[in-house]
């Protein structure tokens, strides 16, 4: 009976759909794996798909594929260690989340996940079948419990391998990010450990796909919750992790603990991995936005900065007569320290021109909302024939306060293709152009040092559409109006929790209509990096009619 076992582990990014790259990737990791003497390598949940597919893994002809290549690898890597992979299989009628373990030429073992998530960005329910509550696999002398990511959460599944034989448990994952995740998983992990006496290595794939972005952290757990080792969040890594049998039973060998990064970092590197993934994956090598020398727009250049180089991002202005000469300052300097291509794009004669249009029919009325919002459309029709003349995505630069109640002009100032900043409210918008100021990482392109200028960032935001506006103007101050914003949205509140929170009650009536108003507009939005558990898309699902409002 072996003393020693091996697993390399595939802390990798896989491409939905590209079924072909993804088995690349995964017969280079065999490889590696082989070359390392590994008895067993190991990649995340679905991997051979990609995560999270959604309704595509339905379709029987993509499925039928990816069941093909996993036997095409089950029979490329028949001479070597066995092989772990997640990703469906149909058999009886059914379809399943597996996890596939290949020896010999052949697939030998499938795990079908027992526990299928259905809440937040999670539809599994409507996608597989559960599998049977089932025990572990073997690989040589050693039998081994796969818990299928959400399996693992429930004490049941790993509770029937222990007592069915497992000596340890290889957990793999498709688990995206939300703000403190980390926590959450090792807590679970931690009583899976302590509940069945077993060590457990927890496997997560990294990477962006649409608007999660799976951070990877991949760590193995020794008898009461002792961490033996931890990957790097965000990074792909290949790591052979060894494991040596005892009187006990088996124990994960120490290794490195890779330390976690702070919530404001994390939260940053999330929001350029999901815009350089979702170009990446999607074909697009350059963006633009409409640079306004405010805030918003200043840290979604430097997400794009970061995410694809400086020589990637083209930076426009579009000014009005509304347009202050601070925000034409602030617009290019910003622009300029990161090292973008800036335009400069008057409006004032497409807005004539159209205000000329219109005349006729807007005769004997008095100029307002309407007039404002031409700028922000005008603004976007042309960034969009900059996009298509050039080919370069359109980036639209919307808070999460602003897109939570409205504060954006449809088919203006919210058009474009993606939204690094949609999850993220005003206030920590602030503090993140600050953080970046002051820190850089060797995962940004951009340039270090202070990119953000300081007054982009202490000065009051406006939307200058017309004379001497603030947004305070329409708004609540962005401290209390994200504040009620995290009760209503995050946490599901009632303006009943708003008035106990110290919030006045009829303002709070007045965000809930803005935001129950403002469906129609998220509706049609641009996706963007999901951050939190209460991020506009998958999370949160509401009607766009709806008269529903909070009574108390």
């Excluded at 017969?27 to 679905?46: N, S, T, Y």
């Excluded at 403190?180 to 796909?209: C, D, S, W």
């Excluded at 976007?380 to 370069?392: I, P, Q, R, T, Y």
Aim: net charge negative; glycine share 10%; with cysteine.
């Amino acid at each position: 009976m072996a003393d020693r076992f091996r697993i390399t582990l595939g802390q990798l990014n896989p491409t939905v759909g590209d079924i072909d790259g993804n088995a690349a990737k995964v017969f280079e990791l065999w490889q590696a794996g082989r070359d390392a003497g590994a008895d067993l390598v190991a990649l995340p949940e679905m991997f051979i798909t990609g995560y999270n597919a959604q309704d595509l893994v339905k379709k029987p002809v993509f499925h039928r594929t990816a069941m093909e290549a996993v036997t095409a690898l089950a029979e490329k890597c028949a001479d070597g260690p066995a092989l772990a992979i997640g990703g469906p299989w149909a058999e009886d009628g059914k379809l399943y989340n597996a996890y596939l373990i290949c020896r010999g030429g052949q697939i030998v073992s499938k795990v079908f996940k027992h526990e299928l998530p259905n809440e937040t960005v999670f539809d599994e329910v409507r996608i597989f079948d559960a599998g049977a509550l089932g025990g572990p696999y073997a690989v040589g002398n050693t039998r081994i419990g796969s818990p299928i990511c959400e399996d693992a959460w429930h004490l049941d599944v790993a509770e029937t391998l222990a007592e069915t034989g497992a000596e340890f448990l290889l957990v793999p994952n498709g688990s995206p990010y939300y703000r403190n995740k980390f926590e959450t998983r090792l807590n679970h992990m931690v009583a899976r450990v302590v509940e069945t006496g077993l060590p457990l290595i927890y496997l997560n794939m990294v990477g962006g796909q649409d608007d999660q972005v799976f951070d990877g952290g991949s760590f193995g757990l020794n008898a009461h919750g002792e961490i033996a080792f931890r990957l790097n969040v965000f990074d792909e890594e290949v790591y052979h992790v060894d494991l040596e049998r005892g009187a006990d039973g088996w124990r994960i060998l120490p290794g490195e603990e890779a330390p976690l990064p702070d919530d404001w970092e994390q939260d940053y590197r999330v929001m350029v991995t999901a815009l350089r993934d979702y170009c990446g994956k999607t074909g697009f090598g350059k963006v633009l936005l409409g640079m306004s020398g405010g805030i918003d727009s200043a840290l979604v250049a430097t997400i794009a900065a970061d995410a694809l180089g400086p020589e990637n991002v083209r930076c426009v202005m579009l000014p009005s007569e509304y347009t202050s000469s601070d925000s034409l300052e602030d617009a290019e300097a910003c622009a300029k320290a990161l090292g973008c291509r800036y335009d400069y794009v008057p409006i004032s004669g497409p807005r004539a021109a159209v205000t000329e249009a219109l005349a006729p029919l807007f005769e004997g009325t008095q100029p307002g909302l309407t007039e404002e919002n031409i700028q922000s459309r005008l603004r976007g029709l042309l960034l969009m024939a900059l996009s298509n003349k050039f080919g370069d995505m359109l980036l639209t630069t919307g808070n999460k306060s602003e897109v939570a109640v409205g504060y954006a002009t449809i088919y203006g100032d919210m058009s474009g293709g993606y939204n690094p900043i949609k999850d993220l409210y005003k206030t920590r918008v602030f503090e993140t152009c600050r953080w970046r100021n002051a820190n850089h990482r060797d995962w940004m392109m951009g340039p270090d040092g202070a990119v953000i200028p300081e007054r982009i960032i202490t000065k009051p935001p406006s939307a200058e559409l017309r004379e001497d506006q603030k947004d305070s103007d329409s708004l609540p101050d962005y401290p209390e109006l994200d504040a009620m914003l995290h009760i209503l949205v995050d946490e599901d509140g009632s303006i009943a929790d708003c008035v106990a929170a110290g919030f006045d009650a009829d303002v709070a009536r007045k965000v809930e209509k803005l935001i129950y108003i403002s469906e129609y507009k998220r509706f049609q939005s641009a996706p963007g990096a999901r951050l939190t558990k209460g991020a506009f898309w998958l999370d949160r699902r509401y009607p766009i009619v709806n008269r529903w409002r909070d009574p108390s």
